[in-house]
């Protein structure tokens, strides 16, 4: 049975906890004109990143202008990689995963048909907030239909659902959260939510 629960604040909490392990450090910036730039990131935008180098000095440098981001650890971070994994949620209890992302925004589709039990898809365009190699928090704009015999919110029931959304996910070294307010005809608004381990190819 597949049951829409009002998590919302502790959710936003774990949300909360994932950003602040994200945060990046010192981190080495490759151009693509092929010059680099080392020193410690300040802060990370959508379309830019402001870095102090090692001699104090503070640059904002334009993301078009940047090839990779290697982290003093070794880590090399990819702007643009495919993503594939498994979630539990909407929109068919049990999801398999994939999508891609490019530099500023990317596209997941999910779902699954599990016979006569469950059947969904939903599919996500999202926008990156924040991102570095171990950690990524974005916002998206969604669409996906269920269909089955076990589909209940509060308060009522059906056999099928379209719904429409916009939604909140952060992923943590694979480990994936999705929150998502959704707006269908028959409950109205109400929040749907994925959670699983979805792995980033970056």
């Known amino acids: 049975m597949m049951e829409i629960k009002r998590t919302?604040?502790?959710?936003?909490?774990i949300c909360f906890l994932f950003g602040i392990c994200g945060l990046a450090k010192s981190a080495e910036l490759v151009l693509k004109d092929g010059k680099s730039?080392?020193?410690?990131?300040?802060?990370?935008?959508?379309?830019?990143?402001?870095?102090?180098?090692?001699?104090?000095?503070q640059v904002k440098i334009p993301k078009a202008e940047i090839a990779s981001i290697d982290?003093?650890?070794?880590?090399?971070?990819?702007?643009?990689?495919?993503?594939?994994?498994?979630?539990?949620?909407?929109?068919?209890?049990?999801?398999?995963?994939?999508?891609?992302?490019?530099k500023d925004f990317g596209l997941k589709i999910s779902g699954g048909y599990w016979s006569n039990l469950v059947r969904?898809?939903?599919?996500?365009?999202?926008?990156?907030?924040?991102?570095?190699?171990?950690?990524l928090m974005g916002t998206s704009l969604l669409a996906g239909r269920v269909d089955g015999p076990?589909?209940?919110?509060?308060?009522?029931?059906a056999y099928?659902?379209?719904?429409?959304?916009?939604?909140l996910e952060v992923n943590?070294?694979?480990?994936?959260?999705e929150l998502n307010p959704t707006y269908s005809e028959g409950p109205g608004l109400f929040f749907l939510w994925q959670l699983g381990y979805v792995h980033r190819f970056n």
């Open 37 to 57: 730039i080392k020193g410690k990131i300040l802060e990370e935008k959508n379309d830019s990143v402001l870095l102090e180098t090692v001699k104090g000095e």
């Open 172 to 177: 943590l070294l694979g480990f994936d959260l």
């Open 150 to 157: 076990h589909i209940f919110w509060n308060g009522g029931s």
């Open 8 to 13: 919302l604040p502790g959710l936003i909490l």
């Open 160 to 167: 099928s659902l379209n719904y429409l959304g916009a939604g």
């Open 71 to 102: 982290y003093t650890d070794g880590k090399s971070f990819k702007q643009k990689y495919p993503i594939t994994g498994v979630t539990i949620g909407f929109p068919a209890l049990l999801n398999l995963v994939g999508g891609y992302y490019w």
């Open 120 to 135: 969904g898809v939903q599919l996500n365009g999202s926008i990156k907030l924040i991102e570095n190699k171990d950690f």
